[in-house]
Antibody, heavy 119, light 106 residues
Framework: EVQLVESGGDLVQAGRSLRLSCTAS????????MTWVRQAPGKGLEWVGL??????????DYAASLKGRFTISRDDSKTIAYLQVNSLKTEDTAVYYC??????????WGQGTLVTVSS | DIQMTQSPSTLSASVGDRVIITCRAS??????LAWYQQKPGKAPKLLIY???SLESGVPSRFSGSGSGTEFTLTISSLQPDDSATYYC????????FGQGTKLEIK
């Protein structure tokens, strides 16, 4: 079964850092770009960024409004994608989804992991 | 950034109705557009990619059309299970999502 499972969400204080993990199974992880999307409570979807597959250079892109505090990486040997968030703000409170990108469309989604940032 | 604007924001329709949701891009995105369905407490589900290609396993009552800056998602005969929020997404450049359309069944 093709699956993505996020972990690492927590209640954290503003200013701290957090690393989210996304463990993939059931497909050739190294053949796909991986994307993170977040959704604040009661709000819409917000694209965070992506890490490309190695054959596409393994590079990263981020939403302009988030650039600087967010870092996406991947470990193909472990089939895990990561999202590191530094200097957390209360407005970073959201469910964070890991997704598989198939030519840009996001065809597989994890169940999401909740990050709550307190002041 | 490319801005995506969906309309309407909310929609109420009856079972069997034809429903159309529109998405407009602030600049041309060719056909690099996807549509998603999200139900409360669940992750979004891909319905349509490349503006008009139906994702495997998605009922044929869903269809997409458009190119450039104007796109539509059509549900040909609304079913009770279609109650959800629908999002468009452009993936031409630094992906962005529309603000969502909440579809309710009368």
């Amino acid at each position: 079964e093709v699956q993505l499972v996020e972990s690492g969400g927590d209640l954290v204080q503003a200013g701290r850092s957090l690393r989210l993990s996304c463990t993939a199974s059931g497909f050739m992880f190294g053949d796909y770009d991986m994307t993170w999307v977040r959704q604040a409570p009661g709000k819409g979807l917000e694209w965070v960024g992506l890490v490309r597959r190695r054959s596409a250079g393994g590079t990263t892109d981020y939403a302009a409004s988030l650039k600087g505090r967010f870092t996406i990486s991947r470990d193909d040997s472990k089939t895990i994608a990561y999202l590191q968030v530094n200097s957390l703000k209360t407005e970073d409170t959201a469910v964070y989804y890991c997704t598989r990108s198939r030519g840009g469309a996001l065809d597989i989604w994890g169940q999401g992991t909740l990050v709550t940032v307190s002041s | 950034d490319i801005q995506m604007t969906q309309s309407p924001s909310t929609l109420s329709a009856s079972v069997g109705d034809r429903v159309i949701i529109t998405c407009r891009a602030s600049q041309s995105i060719s056909s690099w557009l996807a549509w998603y369905q999200q139900k409360p407490g669940k992750a979004p589900k891909l319905l349509i990619y490349k503006a008009s290609s139906l994702e495997s396993g998605v009922p044929s009552r869903f269809s997409g059309s458009g190119s450039g800056t104007e796109f539509t998602l059509t549900i040909s005969s609304l079913q009770p299970d279609d109650s959800a929020t629908y999002y468009c997404q452009q993936y031409s450049s630094y992906d962005t999502f529309g603000q969502g359309t909440k579809l309710e069944i009368k």
